[in-house]
């Protein structure tokens, strides 16, 4: 069992940054494809970013891409987020994901954070 806490969202001003992180304990997390997902209210939840156990490949959202930037600390168990360039459309709450597989789709994410709320207003 591994358990992922996200920290770092809040509210920012369109144009401004946040930086988010998934900490992970039970286990590592090193082997597995490690993901950020977001759910806005009323709408699915949709995949923002995802990367594999050694850095690469890595998918981003078209939406997004440009702006957020995944990456992960294998030694500290951890990933992040950096989000820059926000927009008032990236409000959401935002999850983070482990799966044991490559995936961007979330029901093959096994593992799954509470999720932070970033909020952005225009």
């Known amino acids: 069992q591994v358990q992922l806490v996200e920290s770092g969202g809040g509210l920012v001003q369109a144009g401004g940054s946040l930086r988010l992180s998934c900490a992970a304990s039970?286990?590592?997390?090193?082997?597995?494809?490690m993901a950020w997902f977001r759910q806005a209210p009323g709408a699915e939840r949709e995949s923002v970013a995802a990367i594999n156990w050694s850095g690469g490949p890595i998918y981003y959202a078209d939406s997004v891409k440009g702006r957020f930037t995944i990456s992960r600390d294998n030694a500290k168990n951890t990933v992040y987020l950096q989000m820059n360039s926000l927009r008032p459309e990236d409000t959401a709450v935002y999850y983070c994901?482990?799966?044991?597989?490559?995936?961007?789709?979330?029901?093959?994410?096994?593992?799954w954070g509470q999720g932070t709320q970033v909020t952005v207003s225009s």
């Open positions: 039970g286990r590592t997390i090193s082997t597995d494809t």
């Open positions: 994901a482990a799966s044991r597989v490559y995936s961007t789709t979330p029901p093959r994410y096994n593992y």
